[in-house]
């Protein structure tokens, strides 16, 4: 019971003196670790030779089977999110990483039985449904708190612990190969010892971050910070209950704006290396490619904490028209590089488009702030998750069939992407157009009774930096 | 009512140097590992 206790929301509200800053690496804790994600792919070959050891055998998993594990995963984060939102809200960031650090671990030791006894199911059951279910509490679970830390820079706050998820693959990649040479012998390839020792990592970390998480006493507000006493046209001062978020255009828009935005960049993420040795045979070799997949990854993770930190100067629907309006004319831009054979304008455009891609996650948080308030806004972003769900399905099945249709319609290869860096310019029009229509939400949305409290808590009792 | 002035500044800056340290130090490297496997590839 003192443990429960010890998770609610009364017991996570800072003494004074307690410093914000503490909030991001808290944050950062929970986002690292659920970051591993990406690194996933680093399993795919090592599991299709269980049996094998140094070649697949008969028996052994294909690649295309084990490729389920990281879909379902992405779906139970998503599905997870807009479930649990509202409980994440309610019982306070403390008992919301808490449990996404049980899930997410919890979901390596499942999968490390699975791949002990040979069972894929087991492993989809863990990594996919309970890691899953992980990844998506532990995703929401800092954002509203560190909003209202940084009531004067959204932005910035949640672009850092966005930014975490996108570094976590930085780490687990190298880390889970060198885990996996430290396990391996000639008769075992030791990836049910790397997952064991990842999900002990993993709990503690994430444990950390749940203890160092505080949400703000009432009526707290940094030193200096004076809360807008007439609201900006596009950042509101009211509250939008979850569910009735649901029922204003703003969130649907929205949802067009993140999902556009990711199945753009999504499509030609799994697909630079193949496309840049592609359109530049005999100058881009496959392993300067994966460095350049590298290099790509290192501006998604840069974008994240850079765009959504200007887009507490510049605000966040302007933040959006430039995402739109500069992406659609480096993806058209991009085939004329391939013609021209200059390989340093497709890596700027690509730097730029990736760049732009992380930063359309970190700033999204921050934009259902401006447009529903704080009081729910990690719930609202947990149902906004779901765009993230359909872009990961629309941008790589737009890229692989257009390519397709091409190359079999007798295009060359170094011409079958540019049909889809069009559409992808074209994606991103209809983004421009959604992001346009973006308004103030009306005011028969906004929850009275809870915005005359806020208020109250608003005004600035005490602060710190 | 308190400021931030009022607020253990000293207790603070030992926290706030461990709890960055404890997510910096593992980012800073896995960064450093993507930028060495990149220069690799490119050499």
Known sequence: MA?????SRDHTVAAAGYSRWLIPPAALCVHLCIGQAYAFSV???PMTKLIGITQSAPNDWKLTELGWIFSLAIFFLGASAAVLGHWVEEGGPRRAMFTAGLCWSGGFFL??????????????LGYGVLGGIGLGIGYISPVSTLIRWFPDRPGMATGMAIMGFGGGAFIASPFSVWLMSRFSTPTHVGVAETFIALGMIYVCFMMVGAAIVRVPPPGWAPAGYVAPVQPKRLITTENVFVYDALKTPQFWLIWWILCLNVTAGIGVLGQASAMSQEMFRGQITAVAASGLVGLFSLFNMAGRFIWSSTSDYIGRKNTYFVFFALGTALYALVPYAGAIGSVALFVLCYAVIFSMYGGGFATVPAYLRDMFGTRYVGAIHGLLLTAWSMAGIFGPVLVNYIREYNVTHGVAPAQAYNVTMYVMA???????????????????????????????AAAPVFGSK | MQTARQTGSTGNGIKLALAWGFVGIPLVWGVVQTLLNTLKAFH
């Open chain 1, 3 to 7: 443990v429960l206790s010890f998770l």
């Open chain 1, 426 to 456: 074209a994606l991103l029009v209809v983004g421009f157009i959604c992001n346009l229509l973006v308004k103030p939400v009306h005011e028969r949305f906004h929850m009275r009774a809870v915005a005359a409290e806020d208020e109250v």
């Open chain 1, 111 to 124: 999968s490390a039985i699975g791949v002990y006894l040979h069972q894929l199911w087991i492993v989809y």
């Open chain 1, 43 to 45: 399993f795919n070959l």
